[in-house]
């Protein structure tokens, strides 16, 4: 009879299915199961992806400026054969990620927060520090090795059960990739800030921006709270450590041995005058909201969605979601192919046989139709409200949906409401679709309070003012230095 096969062999087993590579960082032999080359044509290939959801921020100086700064950074880095891509998104989620063989990317979201060109360098060389240290190659292949550990538990462990296999398996596997968080996250600052140093920046910087990001963390999950949502919290970068980390604090010392002079460069005014005139919060591309209205100038319409309500712009749908999430609203477009009514859209495109209560609208001049189907959510199975408004050569697609199935009748009114307030820009309405921008001024004599009360921002408007200068959370410009403000 074949006796079990003991771990020690399994791993042995694994690490043959592996090659060998020594890593540009360490110089230690790592399992990997991707070439360099390999690497390089998935970021390539991944890059363009990126692209198409997010969008290039349309600013070319302001690309210029971050290619230039994360090129400086890149050339004393451990891998400088490669040729790196800086990208800023037109996107206000605060988030910076890196795409293996040397693409990095960087929000508009996130720039907003930054406050000088160290900061930002200590943004960009963390991310230099993913790729050179080959994180995501080592995470995907620590990813197959516990795939393929699975495979062999079941192929090669026949005195247990598929339960007791798995579970083996389970715990090599959870045990191995937890190793690659926070470690990978730390080792990246220690990098990033060599990095930084070696190129003349304040390391301290990366200290700074840590600092920025939990402040900004806090915010947000207050935020979320009060509006019955989940936060949107930044999730890369710096997520795993605290800005008082000892640990933290120790590799960021260690880089000041590698300064080049006396003092490191900041360069806080030139990069607020990169900033001055970036767009802050929603993209014009992507619509504009104001208060409990939404406005596309470039698909020409508006519509309203109920007061306290907290709308999230994705790329392909708006979410409108009630207090205490009990109720959605979404909004979604598609290309008309076929002259039919609306409908027979319902019927052929969103496949809804089942319609119910269902009536001819017109709204505002707008060809339309309403009516209750059975749909797939989130939620499970549930009556929605669908509406379907046909506009400029579109159809506009309106479902709102209830967490409790039993609430479908006490919100069918307010989905209602909002599906009827749909209609084409005036030309009033077109100067409210402009996109709020970032403004740089000189502080004379002033609080965040009185600078609140002349802002465009309507909600939390003087937390926002002092997260976007790092002086949350009780804070107060300087005469004479140099603030951002929303216009």
């Known amino acids: 009879m074949m006796k079990p096969l003991r771990l020690p062999l399994l791993l042995t087993a694994l690490l043959q299915l592996g090659a060998c590579a020594t890593n540009p960082v360490t110089g230690e032999q790592d399992i990997v199961f991707m070439s360099e080359q390999q690497e390089i044509t998935l970021g390539r290939q991944t890059h363009q992806q990126v692209l198409d959801q997010y969008g290039v921020y349309d600013d070319p100086e302001l690309q210029v400026f971050v290619q230039q700064v994360g090129e400086r950074l890149a050339r004393k880095s451990h891998r400088n054969n490669l040729i790196y891509r800086f990208t800023v998104l037109d996107s206000d989620e605060v988030n910076a990620f890196a795409l293996p063989g040397g693409y990095i990317y960087i929000t508009r979201g996130l720039m907003a927060y930054l406050n000088s060109e160290a900061e930002l360098a200590a943004v960009l060389g963390h991310e230099i520090g993913h790729v050179t240290a080959r994180h995501s190659v080592r995470q995907y292949s620590a990813t197959q090795m516990a795939n393929i550990g699975a495979t062999l538990g079941a192929i090669f462990i026949p005195g247990m059960n598929n339960a007791a296999a798995n579970q083996l398996v389970n715990i090599f596997g959870t045990a191995l990739l937890r190793g690659y968080g926070r470690e990978h996250e730390l080792e990246a600052d220690r990098l990033g800030a060599e990095y930084l140093a070696s190129t003349g920046y304040e390391p301290e910087a990366m200290l700074d921006v840590i600092g920025v990001l939990k402040n900004q963390e806090i915010f947000e999950s207050q935020r979320a709270k009060a509006e019955g949502r989940e936060p949107r919290i930044y999730h890369g970068v710096f997520s795993t450590h605290p800005d008082n980390d000892t640990r933290l604090q120790e590799v960021v010392g260690l880089a000041d041995a590698l300064?080049?002079?006396?003092?490191?460069?900041?360069?806080?005014?030139?990069?607020?005058?990169?900033?001055?005139?970036?767009?802050?919060?929603?993209?014009?591309?992507?619509?504009?909201t104001r208060g409990n209205n939404f406005y596309h100038e470039d698909l020409g319409f508006t519509f309203s969605f109920p007061r306290g309500w907290n709308m999230t712009n994705r790329p392909d749908r708006l979410l409108i979601t009630a207090p205490g999430g009990e109720a959605v609203l979404q909004l979604s477009t598609e290309d008309l192919n076929k002259r039919i009514s609306p409908r027979q859209f319902m019927i052929e495109r969103l496949g809804l046989n089942n319609?119910?209560?269902?009536?001819?609208?017109?709204?505002?001049?707008?060809?339309?139709?309403?009516?209750?189907?059975?749909?797939?959510?989130?939620?499970?199975?549930?009556?929605?409200?669908?509406?379907?408004?046909?506009?400029?050569?579109?159809?506009?697609?309106?479902?709102?949906?209830?967490?409790?199935?039993?609430?479908?009748?006490?919100?069918?009114?307010?989905?209602?409401?909002?599906?009827?307030?749909?209609?084409?820009?005036t030309p009033n309405e077109r100067i409210l679709a402009r996109p709020l921008r970032l403004k740089i001024t000189e502080v004379v004599d002033t609080s965040f309070a009185a600078l609140a009360e002349q802002s465009p921002l309507k909600q939390y408007a003087v937390e926002q003012l002092r997260l976007l200068n790092a002086l949350y959370p009780d804070g107060e410009p300087e005469p004479g230095s140099l603030i951002k403000i929303v216009e």
Do not use: C, W
């Open 355 to 425: 319609l119910g209560n269902d009536s001819v609208l017109n709204i505002h001049g707008n060809e339309a139709h309403t009516g209750t189907s059975t749909i797939n959510t989130s939620f499970g199975q549930r009556l929605a409200r669908l509406t379907v408004i046909y506009f400029n050569n579109r159809a506009f697609i309106l479902a709102g949906i209830t967490k409790d199935p039993q609430a479908i009748a006490r919100y069918d009114t307010v989905f209602l409401d909002s599906m009827k307030s749909f209609h084409a820009m």
């Open 259 to 288: 300064k080049t002079g006396d003092t490191s460069y900041v360069g806080k005014e030139v990069f607020l005058d990169q900033l001055d005139g970036v767009v802050f919060g929603d993209s014009p591309k992507e619509g504009i």
